[in-house]
């Protein structure tokens, strides 16, 4: 099968839950507490530092608050975890794990699909997509994300998210639409995928817990924003095909170099491995 790259261009942009608010830094001159004099008594020389600190914590919230919160490190490895609602496509013992934080309302989410796609298609025997959701765009969005996980447990979750996708989104002048108010209409869409009514609407109450899982997941591995992505356990900076191509090449000759079984790769190697948090921009 041919492998089409997507249409669109995609840089670091994408839908967030947490927007940057920038507010004008806290001034704070540390050299000026200090001007007095070395003459001071100890406990004038307490008060000053401790005066200092508090206004060294005010600078630094200022900034955090400025440039939002910080990010995954490009150089570093991440445990992200995988529980047991999160949709699988491909091989449970796939030598590379790609963990994909996305929202079926998201635009950008609709425009790296097709690369999402097609690495699927190079690598169908050592690839893994890991589906985690995160709700950005209201009811709408949380909607079609419950549809799509109690398709997983009918076995059509693949199906499923390509059929949300067809409904949601329209390309119109080039540009992608959006069109909502389809998701009112996915029920009918689900019977012509052979799943069962009943259970599915069942089935979407309980997922209530797999939209919610996502983004609590996410968020201390430095996710705030959709589409998202690691590469087992590598955060991915260049949603753009050629860079996952890259970043799952570098992967599959790793772990294909190791010693571990591919079914026990990510839990060992990565997970096992990886950091649980990203670090703050004035840790230590």
């Known amino acids: 099968m041919k492998l089409v790259a997507p249409v669109f261009a995609l840089a670091a942009v994408g839908c967030t839950t947490s927007p940057s608010r920038i507010d004008p830094a806290v001034a ?4 000026d507490a200090l001007a007095s004099g070395a003459a ?9 530092l401790a005066r200092i ?8 919230k200022a900034l955090d608050e400025a440039l939002g919160p910080p990010g995954p490190d490009p150089a570093a490895m991440y445990a992200v975890p995988i529980n047991e609602q999160d949709p699988i496509e491909g091989p449970r013992d796939a030598k590379v794990t790609i963990v994909e ?15 999402v796609e097609n690495i699927r298609t190079k690598y169908p025997n050592d690839v893994r997509v890991v589906s985690k959701y995160m709700v950005i765009h ?3 969005a949380a909607t079609a994300g419950a549809y799509a996980c109690a398709a997983a447990k009918q076995g059509k979750f693949t199906e499923m998210k390509a059929a949300l996708w067809s409904a949601l989104w329209k390309t119109e002048n080039g540009r992608p639409q959006a069109h909502p108010e389809e998701v009112a209409n996915i029920g009918a869409v689900a019977a012509t995928l052979g799943l069962d009514g009943r259970r599915l609407t069942a089935d979407m109450d309980t997922c209530k817990q797999w939209l919610s899982s996502g983004q609590r997941e996410l968020q201390p591995v430095g996710i705030h924003a959709t589409p998202s992505f690691f590469v087992n356990g590598r955060p991915l900076r260049d ?8 970043l799952v090449s570098e992967e ?11 079914a026990d ?8 491995k990886g950091l649980t948090a990203v670090k703050g921009r004035f840790a230590d």
Do not use: W
């Open 265 to 272: 790769y990510y839990g060992r190697e990565v997970v096992a």
């Open 252 to 262: 599959l000759d790793k772990a294909s170099k190791s010693t571990v079984a591919a």
């Open 40 to 48: 001071s008594t100890a406990p004038e020389r307490d008060d000053r």
């Open 28 to 31: 704070a001159r540390p050299s």
């Open 138 to 140: 209201g009811a709408p």
């Open 101 to 115: 934080a996305y929202e079926f309302l998201c635009p950008y989410c609709f425009m790296v699909n097709p690369a």
């Open 53 to 60: 600190e508090r206004r060294l914590d005010k600078v630094t």
């Open 239 to 246: 949603n753009s095909f050629a860079a996952l191509d890259k």
